[in-house]
T-cell receptor, first 114, second 113 residues
Framework: NAGVMQNPRHLVRRRGQEARLRCSPMKGHSHVYWYRQLPEEGLKFMVYLQKENIIDESGMPKERFSAEFPKEGPSILRIQQVVRGDSAAYFC????????????FGPGTRLLVL | AQSVTQLDSQVPVFEEAPVELRCNYSSSVSVYLFWYVQYPNQGLQLLLKYLSGSTLVKGINGFEAEFNKSQTSFHLRKPSVHISDTAEYFCAVSVASGSRLTFGEGTQLTVNP
């Protein structure tokens, strides 16, 4: 059973461009979470999704950030008009229906905004 | 809202020495508790978790943690560390099944020969 997959692993964008981060949960997992880790800091919750539904987006910045988890395909975290402060590691986690307490993390996408 | 405090940002130890990484939490409701390990430039790997039952929890790589409700603590211990245990360790809590994790700021464990 493959783990949580994220791509790309590294992403470089110039200010003003868009960044799209992808997350494929573990097989059989229907819950996806996104977290952001700024340099020298812990992880901060951003958003929690189930298939086609956003359950909790209280950690998402109000502007420029959006997330989706369509019926088919990976979850996408989209950052529009990136700024240098968006440079961080973005981690996706997934959990199965029968063990929702436990989240399994992917390797992360490291975004660098020039 | 819940919060997590990891009392030590850096813990240097010698190989084969015991280690304790401290974690305290604050919450008005019952919590689930977790320890994750992060190796450089990698994702987080679950070490162990406390959901209910026995307060002493054993995890992977020889780690264990004890849930102390009266002291709101969940300290991580290992009796004898290896060089390969050098990593960042994160304590986290959640308050319900399927809810967000709240993380501490992390403790960098460095094991020296």
């Amino acid at each position: 059973n493959a783990g949580v997959m994220q791509n790309p692993r590294h992403l470089v964008r110039r200010r003003g461009q868009e960044a799209r981060l992808r997350c494929s949960p573990m097989k059989g997992h229907s819950h996806v979470y996104w977290y952001r880790q700024l340099p020298e800091e812990g992880l901060k919750f951003m958003v929690y999704l189930q298939k086609e539904n956003i359950i909790d987006e209280s950690g998402m910045p109000k502007e420029r950030f959006s997330a989706e988890f369509p019926k088919e395909g990976p979850s996408i975290l989209r950052i529009q008009q990136v700024v240098r402060g968006d440079s961080a590691a973005y981690f996706c986690a997934s959990s199965p229906l029968r063990d929702q307490e436990t989240q399994y993390f992917g390797p992360g996408t490291r975004l660098l905004v020039l | 809202a819940q919060s997590v405090t990891q009392l030590d940002s850096q813990v240097p130890v010698f190989e084969e020495a015991p280690v304790e990484l401290r974690c305290n939490y604050s919450s008005s409701v019952s919590v689930y508790l977790f320890w994750y390990v992060q190796y450089p430039n990698q994702g987080l790997q679950l070490l162990l978790k406390y959901l209910s039952g026995s307060t002493l929890v054993k995890g992977i790589n020889g780690f264990e943690a004890e849930f102390n409700k009266s002291q709101t603590s969940f300290h991580l211990r290992k009796p004898s560390v290896h060089i390969s245990d050098t990593a960042e360790y994160f304590c986290a809590v959640s308050v319900a099944s399927g809810s967000r994790l709240t993380f501490g700021e992390g403790t960098q464990l460095t094991v020296n020969p």
